[in-house]
């Protein structure tokens, strides 16, 4: 932890958001897994995992994952993976992770998910974390989501050889936890997708060093409370009562900015930190959750096909 003087000194002497952003909110782990070219144009990769990765699944199920490059508007490649876990998905999420993961670590939750709610996962990590170039910053976390959502839209020619993600905006929903819900909120500002899910949001930067902070100043980061409210889709909320690291009154702060937002999951009596939901298990409840919410609750999504029957769900929910 930082002592007051060192505080001080980041926000006061003089007030740099960036710096404040790469000390207290980036936290990458040594990279847990590689991408070696699959072929000769360098075109498509092969993921290897490393131990401290903690796959879960076989190496068949390796072939779900479609790992390749793609460049941001700052100039840094970056890694994204393609999920593919459903044939019959009508759902693709575009996942940005927590501050201390990879994708490496976030792969086997990954395809567990997309099983689960039956849709697919297309992740990206940021500029810094595993594979990606360049280093971990405010305005590349930005970059970064918009070269993912790019990649996730659009057909990217690369040597001669085009990928067709060709996702529509309508199907694609938005998923940030932790520091990944700052460039979930800056996408959706700016574009409307099937819906917008923010795991444990932060108001903004300053306003988790200094929970009194009512306004946003100048020298702030992530200032994602001026943002929200500029979201059209439909935005769901999950934030535990307990968190030790986000407080709990940024979900609210968040939610009630929120002009589209859905009935709130808010987790109680969790004693829970972020960096702890990586668990499977524990991470498998509290998605139940947010797809029964979301299911409940967005008259948007009304026509989505759920992936579990009813009783199933609550199953799974007593058992995890």
């Given amino acids: 932890m930082f002592s007051i003087s060192e505080l001080c000194c980041m926000f006061c002497c003089p007030p740099c958001p960036g710096p404040i952003a790469a000390k207290l909110a980036f936290q990458p782990p040594e990279p847990t897994y590689k991408l070696t070219p699959a072929d000769d144009a360098n075109v498509k990769y092969n993921l290897h995992l490393f131990d401290r990765a903690e796959w879960q699944y076989s190496e068949r199920d390796k072939s779900k994952v479609e790992s ?56 990206y990590d940021y500029s810094g974390y ?83 902070t009512k306004r946003t100043w100048f020298f ?5 409370i001026d943002k929200v409210s500029k979201v059209k889709s439909p935005v769901l909320v999950i934030h535990g009562t307990d968190d030790e690291v986000i407080d709990f009154s940024h979900g609210i702060g968040i939610y009630e900015r929120c002009p589209k937002a ?41 026509t989505f096909d759920h992936p579990l029957e009813r009783g199933k769900w609550k199953h799974i929910q007593g058992n995890t």
């Fill in 68 to 123: 390749f490059f793609t460049r941001t508007s700052r100039g840094n490649l970056i890694t994204c993976i393609y999920v593919r876990c459903s044939r019959n998905a009508k759902y693709t999420l575009l996942f940005s992770h927590g501050n201390a993961v990879d994708l490496g670590q976030m792969s086997s939750f990954y395809i567990s998910l997309g099983t689960q709610l039956n849709c697919n996962i297309f992740g």
């Fill in 130 to 212: 595993g594979m990606s170039g360049g280093k971990p910053s405010e305005k590349n976390l930005y970059a970064d989501i918009e070269a993912a959502w790019q990649a996730l839209r659009n057909s990217i020619l690369r040597k001669f050889v085009q990928y067709r993600f060709n996702i529509s905006p309508e199907t694609i929903i938005l998923y940030g936890q932790s520091i990944g819900t700052v460039p979930t909120v800056d996408l959706a500002t700016k574009h409307e997708v099937g819906a917008v899910i923010l795991h444990s949001p932060l108001m903004s930067g300053l306003r988790v060093v200094f929970r009194n």
């Fill in 220 to 224: 702030d980061a992530f200032p994602s």
């Fill in 262 to 302: 859905v009935e709130p999951l808010w987790v109680e009596a969790t004693k829970y930190k972020t960096e702890g939901l990586q668990s499977t298990q524990r991470k498998k409840k509290i998605l139940m959750d947010v797809n029964y919410n979301l299911l409940k609750s967005s008259h948007h999504l009304q």
